[in-house]
């Protein structure tokens, strides 16, 4: 199958480099990434320990084949920009999957490609980004798919076989839009507290006021979603988000390390998108509201 991963990252990376060993895989990615996979290969390391050769590209300009599947994982602020720029390599027949962070990523898709045509996923593989041409896979873990309307189809089981057949434990969804939003919400909590600290995930366990206030972001996400017409539990939502930490508790947070690196953060996907979608549903916002003004202004000059 042809595959062409936009967004060549971490998680893009890592992904990037499982798939090519059963498939055709072209990574999009920033520059200096590219030149150092053309020249060395793509390397993993950590969880999994990996050497390929992979084709790597600064431009979907450059992708001359047909494409079967194209995968987006590149942040969310980047989906819309990055989606009108790959429409020169979607034909009707390409499927488009979604594996970001955030919420709305699906929306912005929607505008350049046909609502048929994509698929959704999360994932909870802990991944960094060492160097140009290396990546640090961190935690191992699992990923979803599912198509948008819930169905379960022929394509989704094909792509949950390709995925698995490469060693990414893949499972199917019937409800791909409630795994969004349960994401969401534990990344609501997490990414914004663990940056504004400067600590790792697991500090937010072993601090007790921490932990407390942890509790209340996902009591307060937790309502919006209901507001939206997400049924989940509070109770059920705080229990997964402290066992995503204690499964990550040497991680630095994705939003984190955006902001040790001088990088622009998902903050306005994450709870900013948060804070909108409670507004509209008359839900109480004040948590998230805090947690983005605290966000952003760490990134003001």
């Known amino acids: 199958m042809n595959i062409v991963i936009f967004g060549a990252g971490a998680i893009g990376s890592l992904f990037g ?3 090519s060993k059963k498939n055709k895989v072209i990574l999009i990615g920033r520059k200096p ?11 993993i390391d950590g969880k999994t320990k990996l050497n390929v050769k992979v084709a790597a590209a600064d431009s979907v300009d450059k992708v001359d084949t047909h494409v079967d599947l194209l995968i987006l994982t590149v942040k969310s602020y980047d989906t819309e920009t990055s989606i009108k720029q790959a ?3 979607v034909s009707e027949n390409t499927v488009v999957i979604s594996i970001q962070n955030g ?8 505008k350049f490609v046909n609502r048929g045509n994509i698929i959704a996923g999360v994932t909870t593989h802990g991944v960094f980004f060492s160097k140009p041409g290396v990546i640090k896979h961190t935690g191992k873990g699992t990923t979803i798919l599912g198509e948008l309307n819930g169905s379960k189809t022929k394509r989704i089981d094909n792509i949950v076989n390709i995925f698995n057949r490469a060693g990414i434990k893949t499972f199917v969804s019937e409800d791909i839009l409630k795994e969004i939003w349960i994401k969401a ?5 997490i990414n914004p507290l663990t940056t504004f600290f400067q600590c790792k995930n697991g500090y937010l366990l072993e601090n007790p ?25 509070s109770s059920s939502m705080i229990q997964k988000t402290k066992e995503v930490v204690k499964d990550t508790y040497e991680n630095h947070s994705s939003m ?37 003004y605290s966000i952003k202004s760490m990134c003001e000059d």
């Open 17 to 19: 480099a499982l798939l």
């Open 33 to 43: 990434h590219v030149k150092a996979i053309c020249r060395n290969g793509l390397t």
């Open 87 to 89: 429409t020169s390599i």
């Open 103 to 110: 919420l709305g990523n699906i929306d912005g898709i929607k």
């Open 185 to 189: 919400i534990v990344n609501s909590c």
């Open 209 to 233: 006021v921490l932990e407390k206030i942890l509790e209340k972001i996902c009591e307060e996400s937790t309502s919006i979603a209901n507001a939206y017409g997400i049924d989940l539990a």
């Open 256 to 292: 984190l390390q955006s902001i040790l690196q001088g990088k622009k953060t998902e903050i306005e996907s994450i709870n900013g998108r948060i804070v909108e979608v409670g507004r509209k549903h008359n839900a109480k916002t004040l948590m998230n509201e805090i947690l983005v």
